[in-house]
């Protein structure tokens, strides 16, 4: 991979483009230099999504409430699986912000090189980018998405006899931590899976299949309470587990959690981060001879 130390030379400086040295150096002088870029990236990734569709980013109110509909259905009516005291259609709704933001970033952003190998093989900039933008534009989404729950909220909150089962407080202010937390693993699991399906593009198709999966094992439908005590260890190995019941406790009032599980998730999702971002620099050296 060739690293440009600076573009923003002067006359009378020379440009000078050198190779990366290890896996983890990461060139924040040059991504910061390039944030146009990002800002590019992150256009055309929340544009072309919805060029030359019927509703446009109206798929993002839609998609979450047609979502909490066959959960409540499924689950709810007919599993009857509980939510924690909370109305279904609301519990339901904050768990998709939580989820439906990682599953998108790790679904887009782990084809990556597969899905830009024509832009790489063209232009220098830091590939890092790609990725990045995802998860930058996935952000704006989740902010529209959060319009139904916002709704949903208010009808639960100040229309219905159950409103004091609903607490608002200070945990509010909070809710962008879990959101965080899940850019970051999200951006870890999406530099994994841009490394492997780089190699091994039939990946691209499992990957689809192990977020299904990766959904049933997350409390998205289901509130960790529900778990027994001696087995909750393993509910929470799901790195997942975490930021989800952490956005029910912020916004909601309701979940179970402890510091100590909080922090042994955070640290597991800077490890996936960190050995994501290793992956992926080591691939994008050789990576445009591959695809």
């Known amino acids: 991979m060739l690293v440009m130390a600076d573009v923003t030379a002067k006359p009378g400086y020379e440009i000078v483009i050198e190779p990366s040295r290890g896996w983890l150096r990461i060139d924040w002088h040059a991504l910061w230099e390039y944030r146009d870029l990002l800002v590019l990236l992150v256009q055309r990734d929340f544009i072309s999504r919805y060029k030359q569709t019927l509703l446009g980013p109206l798929w993002h109110f839609l998609q979450p409430v047609m979502n909490a509909a066959v959960y409540f ?82 009808y639960f909150k100040f229309f219905t ?43 691209v198709h499992l990957n689809q299949y192990l977020i299904q999966l990766w959904m049933f094992a997350t409390p998205v439908v289901w509130p960790l309470s529900q778990i027994p005590a001696q087995w909750k260890w393993i509910a929470l190995a799901n790195p997942m587990a975490v930021p989800v019941e952490g956005l029910r406790i912020c916004l909601l009032g309701h979940g179970t959690l402890s510091a100590t599980e909080v922090a042994v998730s955070v640290a597991v999702t800077l490890v996936v981060l960190v050995t994501g971002i290793a992956a992926f620099q080591k691939v994008e050296r050789t990576v445009i001879d591959s695809v």
Request: glycine share 8%; aromatic share 12%.
């Open 73 to 154: 259905v499924i689950f709810g009516v007919i599993a009857g699986i509980k939510t924690d005291g909370l109305p279904p259609a609301l519990f339901y709704l904050c768990s998709q912000l939580t989820w439906n933001y990682f599953a998108q970033n790790v679904n887009v952003g782990g084809a990556t090189f597969i899905n830009n190998a024509g832009l790489f093989g063209k232009v220098y900039f830091p590939r890092l980018l790609v990725p990045l933008s995802v998860v930058v534009a996935n952000f704006i989404a989740v902010g529209l998405q959060c319009i139904p729950f916002v709704l949903c909220f208010g």
């Open 161 to 203: 006899p159950a409103a004091a089962d609903i607490p608002v407080g200070w945990m509010a202010l909070l809710a962008p931590l879990p959101l965080l937390q899940t850019a970051l693993l999200s951006l870890g699991v999406s530099l994994w899976m841009s490394a492997s399906t780089a190699k091994y593009r039939d990946l």
